[in-house]
């Protein structure tokens, strides 16, 4: 069975740190790009940050030189570490996989066939 599942969601405060996690199983962890993507209340879910099978990573303007994202191979794991945290960074993360093929587009959400429940992030001022 394919799945996703996220941990490490928190309530902190502005200037607070998180990481994130998602484990992941039923597929070949380092194949295949695996991202980050968020939703606040009443806006559209948007990728945070991006990381391909070979490494690469990309952010999202709003996120870049705070959050780093990185995968462990061995132990099939997606992680989030945001620091600098701000209220407008609260929302619910989603963890999410790209089994379709690789694509220039990496923060297109309609490529990452793969998510997972979501965690729950919420930054107080």
């Known amino acids: 069975q394919v799945t996703l599942v996220e941990s490490g969601g928190d309530s902190v405060q502005a200037g607070g740190s998180l990481r994130l996690s998602c484990a992941a199983s039923g597929f070949t962890f380092k194949t295949y790009d695996m991202g980050w993507f968020r939703q606040a209340p009443g806006k559209q879910r948007e990728g945070v940050a991006i990381?391909?099978?070979?490494?690469?990573?990309s952010y999202v303007h709003s996120v870049k030189d705070r959050f780093t994202i990185s995968k462990d191979n061995k132990q099939n794991t997606l992680y989030l570490q945001m620091n600098g945290l701000k209220p407008e960074d609260t929302a619910m993360y989603y963890c999410?996989?790209?089994?379709?093929?690789?694509?220039?587009?990496?923060?297109?959400?309609?490529?990452?066939?793969?998510w997972g429940q979501g965690t729950q992030v919420t930054v107080s001022s």
């Open positions: 990381i391909e099978s070979d490494g690469t990573t």
């Open positions: 999410a996989a790209n089994t379709k093929g690789p694509s220039i587009y990496v923060f297109r959400e309609s490529n990452y066939n793969l």
